[in-house]
Structure formats: structure tokens, C-alpha cells
């Protein structure tokens, strides 16, 4: 087989990162990581407010420090035998666009205004709105347009925000042309699309995040939306009707990114997705495995062949779409709005006295093994009764509701540092084996855990725990960066040396490094220790939301 090179680009929460892959066997021959400046300065976020807005300026700038230091980094040879290039971000991250597809904030009357930036994932300023978005397709008399994503709508989602904006912006509201998520907006940069009406669709994105689908022939009605808020009148023309899979071209790159970097002026540009759709397909998805993207959050992914599923309708989950993740399956979605998030704000806790030493490598260092010590006595530890629960950002699944917060239970003047801290971990597993029995009990078989990631390669507690309390073998992705080589194998496809994702899955997906096994004695302790955590979680919404 004659090698090839593809370019997969993951755009993350802190910071984008971009690979080179040989197509013959998957290996990474170059790759380069952006930090966004303007996130990392905290500028248009406010935590108390649960908002958190990203300058596209941050993106698109990361995509040219990527692909400038790529090409810069290998042989001349291999730049130009460069076939294909897939991206893949958070979401749902849109961002109000002007005619051109272009964000408002790239105007110089919006470039400071938090809502003409893309609205992160983790922004949940649109609670109410997602409310009323749930209320209205089961009352309104009509199709409930939940019913494919899992019968709630979430304020992480496109159309509660697209409404919290209009409501709270007019000089935004009247310059809207239409509404782009981010993982659109980079492949018809990449491929100078100047027309917002010419950008493709993420399946993805539309099917999971809004409200699109193949039954509906395309997003909800305009009656619908009206029928939410007059506001949304007239906007269904400016939004979209065709979603298309990760697996098909946007077009070639456009003539500028040729001339900076000496692309292949045939390098062909997927149709992006969301991270964890494609991070699924670089960890090596299969039937029966639940792939998780543990990050600061994690996203569940699922699939299963249409014929399987059928007309059933998964409740309290982020979707199900046929095409999302592989062409022709079904995929499924879920996910916990913190995982790692928990974990470092736990952290900055333990850190805030640090600040007070001036000095930067004196300080780091005290961190680092601050740290390395917490994980080596907690993993020491007996299964804790201390129970947690993990809703410092809200809840996702099962069944979303961004309003919950999280609690402790069972605190005494016994529980020191390490023992809390194995215990907040316990809580994101105890949230991680909620959603896995949500799908088993909608009669998803699932046996086993494929864990990608940050927290999964850093935290062998973290992993040990997640296979006692849910049973299964957890598999830990080799690849370091498994989502971008999940964005490689569609460039593969894209750029023609594969016909489908399966076959790139077969050459380029990433291995695994290692295997946690359930531990029996363990198994049975967090099996008790599971039952007070639902109890506990039942009480608290009940009484408290």
C-alpha cells in the first residue's frame, strides 16, 4: 500500500491539538498542541454565572499555529503526499455567523461581546430556555421533537442558547444571519467558504444537539419554534435542512492555506463532528463497548446497527443518530457535564495557599508532588462512605438537568484529604455506572469500557475504580491523542485511501495500553455503596430541585 498522510485536528475545551498520521498503520508522525490565549486569560466566562464563551479568534488561530507547525516539523516529502484533513470540537459550541458564515465577534462592533463568540459546551446561561424548549414539545400538541434525544433538552444544546441570546442581546439578534457550530465553521474556513448558506452540516451536531432528524426531514418545523417564542419567527429559513456524515468531503482546501503551508492543493476537508463522536472511532468503537471521553467532562458513545434498535426510543440520554459516529449505525450518546472539572477544582482548592510563594518552579513543584501523594494514598483506601455526588456542573444524563448541584454525605472529623479526594473520585465513577445502566436497561448490551483521554491515561485509580463499580473491563486507549487520530481515520476516508470507517478503524485506530479487571471484593462493596448513592441523588432532587 502506498503511504499517505492525513491531518486529524481536535479542537478541546483548553486548548486544540493537531497530528500527522501515516494512513498505512495509524502512527503519529508529528504533533502540535495550542493553548487558546484569551480562554487562558478567563476573558468573557463568569463561573458564578455559568458562562463561558470562546473567541474565535482562539480557534483560528490555533488552526494556523497547528498546521504551520506540522508542515514545518517533517520532510517536505511528506507534506506533499498529504490526502486529507478532519476536525473534530466540543459541543455543542455554536456561534452567531453573518452572511458570509463569518462570527460576529470577528466585527469590530461585536469583538468584545461575549454573545457574538461561540458559546462553550459547558455554558449552561440558558437553563430556562432549555426548560421551556422541553415543556413545549410535549404540550404544544404536536410532534415532540425530543423524542429522539433522549425526551429532555439541555441548556448545553444549540437551540437554548441560540434563544438565550436573542433574548438578552438585541444588537447580536438583529445582525444574525444564522446559527454555526464549530465544528462547521473549521472545515468552511479550511475550505473558504464565503457563503453561509454553502457550509455542510455536521449529522452529528444536528442530530444530537438540534433536534435534526431523517423522520422530521430535517430540524424542527417553524410552528414548533414559533411556538416556543415568537422570537424564533422566520428563523427556520436561516438555519438548515441536509446534515451530512463525518465521512464526506466539504470540498478542497482553499487556495490561501495551500500557499502558506504548501498543502497539496487536492487536500480534501471532511465534514467535522464532535470530539467524542470521532474520538470513538480513533479508540476503536464496537458493538457492545461504551467509549469514554474523559476530559474535564466526559461524552458516552454508543453504537449498534439500525435493525437492532429499531423504532425503540432511548430515554434520559444525548441522542441517537443514525450516521453520528459510523455511516450506516446507529450512535448513541451521554455523558457527565464534570469529570476531570471536579477533580481540579478540587485541586485549586488544595492549591489556593500555594499562591502566596513567589516563585514559579518552587511553587509547581509543590504542586506536582502534592498531588502525586493525594493519588498514592487515596489509592490505599478502602471503598469510601463518603458519598458524593457528582453534579458540580449540572447533571447531562441520565436525563439532563444543568439545575442540580453537587453534595457530600457522611462527612466526619475522620475524612482527611486523601480519603475526599478518592471520594469525589468514586462520585464521577457512581455518575459514569448511571449512565451505562440506563442504556442496559433500554436493552443496549454493553460489556466493556473503552477509556480515552486525559483523566483515563493519568489516573490508574480513576480506571481501577471504573471497572469495580461498573463491572466491566476497562480498556485504556494506547494513542495519546485518540480523538485527533478518531478525526485521521475520516481524513483517510475523505481523502479516498479507505472506502469506510471501518476499514480505516482496522489500520490507523489506536491500540490498547491497558486493562483494568472488576475485582471482586471491590465489586460487592460499591455495589452497597452504589444503592446510597442513587438513594442520596433521588433525595436531593426531590427535595431540593
Known amino acids: 500500500m502506498e503511504e499517505k498522510y492525513v491531518i486529524g485536528i481536535d479542537y478541546g475545551t483548553d486548548s486544540c491539538r493537531g497530528v500527522i498520521v501515516s494512513t498505512v498503520d495509524g502512527s503519529e508522525i508529528a504533533e502540535h498542541v495550542f493553548y487558546y490565549p484569551r480562554w ?59 452572511e458570509k458564515g463569518m462570527p460576529l465577534a470577528l466585527k469590530e462592533e461585536f469583538k468584545d461581546n461575549p454573545n457574538a463568540m461561540f458559546v462553550l459546551w459547558k455554558d449552561h446561561t440558558s437553563v430556562k430556555e432549555a426548560e421551556e424548549i422541553t415543556e413545549t414539545a410535549k404540550s404544544w400538541g404536536g410532534i415532540d421533537y425530543t423524542q429522539y434525544i433522549g425526551g429532555v433538552y439541555s441548556s448545553e ?44 452540516r ?52 482553499d487556495a490561501s492555506f495551500v500557499e502558506k503551508y504548501n498543502l497539496p492543493e487536492n487536500t480534501k476537508i471532511g465534514v467535522g463532528a464532535f470530539d467524542c ?11 457492545n463497548a461504551l467509549v469514554k ?21 432511548i430515554e434520559g440520554i444525548c441522542g441517537q443518530v443514525n450516521g453520528s459516529v459510523v455511516k450506516g449505525k446507529l450512535g448513541m450518546e451521554a455523558g457527565q457535564s464534570a469529570f476531570g472539572d471536579f477533580y481540579a477544582w478540587y485541586k485549586s482548592i488544595l492549591e489556593w495557599p500555594l499562591k502566596f510563594i513567589e516563585n514559579d518552579e518552587e511553587r509547581e513543584a509543590i504542586a506536582d508532588k502534592m498531588l502525586y501523594e493525594l493519588e498514592k494514598e487515596a489509592k490505599k483506601l478502602e471503598p469510601s462512605e463518603v458519598i458524593i455526588l457528582d453534579w458540580i456542573n449540572g447533571r447531562r444524563t441520565p436525563f ?29 465513577v ?26 483515563a491515561k493519568k489516573s490508574a485509580l480513576a480506571m481501577q475504580i471504573m471497572a469495580d463499580v461498573t463491572n466491566m473491563p476497562v480498556h485504556v486507549s494506547k494513542s495519546e491523542q485518540a480523538v485527533a487520530l478518531g478525526a485521521a481515520c475520516f481524513a483517510s476516508v475523505v481523502g479516498g485511501v479507505y472506502n469506510t470507517i471501518e476499514e480505516a478503524q482496522e489500520n490507523m485506530a489506536s491500540e490498547i495500553e491497558v486493562t483494568y479487571e472488576p475485582e471482586p471484593k471491590a465489586v460487592k462493596k460499591y455495589e452497597e455503596l452504589y444503592k446510597k448513592y442513587l438513594a442520596f441523588a433521588a433525595s436531593q432532587e426531590k427535595n431540593f430541585y
Not at 439532563?400 to 464521577?428: C, F, H, W
Request: glycine share 8%; net charge negative.
Open 40 to 98: 487562558a486569560k478567563k476573558l468573557y466566562c463568569s463561573p458564578k454565572d455559568s458562562m463561558y464563551r470562546q473567541h474565535p479568534l482562539d480557534y483560528i488561530e490555533g488552526l494556523h499555529s497547528i498546521l504551520e507547525n506540522l508542515t514545518n516539523t517533517v520532510d517536505e516529502e511528506i507534506v506533499k503526499e498529504i490526502v486529507g484533513i478532519s476536525v473534530d470540537t466540543t459541543g455543542s459550541t455554536p456561534c452567531v455567523v453573518d
Open 157 to 200: 444544546w444549540y437551540f437554548a442558547k441560540l434563544l438565550n441570546i436573542f433574548r438578552n442581546d438585541v444588537a447580536v439578534k438583529d445582525a444574525f444571519h444564522s446559527f454555526v457550530e464549530h465544528c462547521d465553521f473549521i472545515p468552511a474556513l479550511l475550505t473558504g467558504v464565503s457563503d453561509v448558506n454553502a457550509i455542510k
Open 202 to 253: 455536521s449529522r452529528c451536531a444536528g442530530g444530537h444537539k438540534g433536534m435534526w432528524h431523517e423522520y422530521y426531514n430535517g430540524l424542527p418545523s417553524q410552528e414548533f419554534l414559533t411556538t416556543i417564542d415568537p422570537l424564533f419567527d422566520g428563523i427556520r429559513e436561516k438555519l438548515y435542512d441536509k446534515t451530512f456524515t463525518a465521512d464526506v468531503s466539504v470540498g478542497k482546501i
Open 277 to 287: 463522536h470521532m474520538g470513538a472511532v480513533g479508540g476503536n468503537i464496537h458493538e
Open 293 to 313: 471521553v474523559i476530559g474535564t467532562s466526559t461524552c458516552d458513545i454508543v453504537i449498534k446497527n439500525n435493525d437492532e434498535v429499531k423504532d425503540q426510543l
Open 400 to 428: 439532563a438537568n444543568q439545575n442540580l448541584k453537587a453534595a457530600i454525605m457522611g462527612l466526619d472529623l475522620s475524612v482527611d484529604a486523601p480519603r475526599l479526594y478518592r471520594s469525589i473520585i468514586e462520585s464521577t
Open 430 to 455: 457512581y455518575g459514569a455506572k448511571a449512565i451505562a445502566d440506563q442504556f442496559k436497561e433500554s436493552n443496549i448490551e454493553l460489556n466493556q469500557i473503552i477509556a480515552i483521554g486525559g483523566v
